[in-house]
């Protein structure tokens, strides 16, 4: 069975940083992607965020994070972390990990096939 789980959500104010972690297990597929994205509240959209490849030599981010927030990972079996820094009010939302099967570090939510239940993260002005 699959799971993901994201941990290092939390209540914090402007400027300050945060670290999620997603660890992934049960995937018998080795070389997959890991996708962050969020959904801010009263939105159904869930916007992309970054997302990093089996083995960090594609790196994508979202245009509101570039420059504040860093994805990495050690290798494919470690956790995948998102490194969070001068956060914003509009940064508030639910922040999801997600897998893919590709090598591709997409941007596009429907190329990955599992998801984790989400952590909260709330930035105060």
């Known amino acids: 069975q699959v799971q993901l789980v994201e941990s290092g959500g939390g209540l914090v104010q402007t400027g300050d940083s945060l670290r999620l972690s997603c660890t992934v297990s049960?995937?018998?597929?080795?070389?997959?992607?890991v996708g962050w994205f969020r959904q801010a509240p009263g939105t159904w959209e869930r916007e992309f965020v970054a997302?990093?490849?089996?083995?960090?030599?594609?790196?994508n981010y979202g245009d509101s994070v570039k420059g504040r927030f860093t994805i990495s990972r050690d290798n494919v079996k470690n956790p995948v972390n998102l490194q969070m820094n001068s956060l914003k009010p509009e940064d508030t939302a639910i922040y999801y990990c997600?897998?893919?099967?590709?090598?591709?570090?997409?941007?596009?939510?429907?190329?990955?096939?599992?998801w984790g239940q989400g952590t909260q993260v709330t930035v105060s002005s």
């Open positions: 997302a990093i490849n089996w083995n960090g030599g594609r790196i």
């Open positions: 049960g995937l018998t597929f080795m070389y997959y992607s």
């Open positions: 997600a897998t893919s099967q590709d090598t591709l570090a997409s941007r596009d939510y429907t190329r990955y096939d599992y």
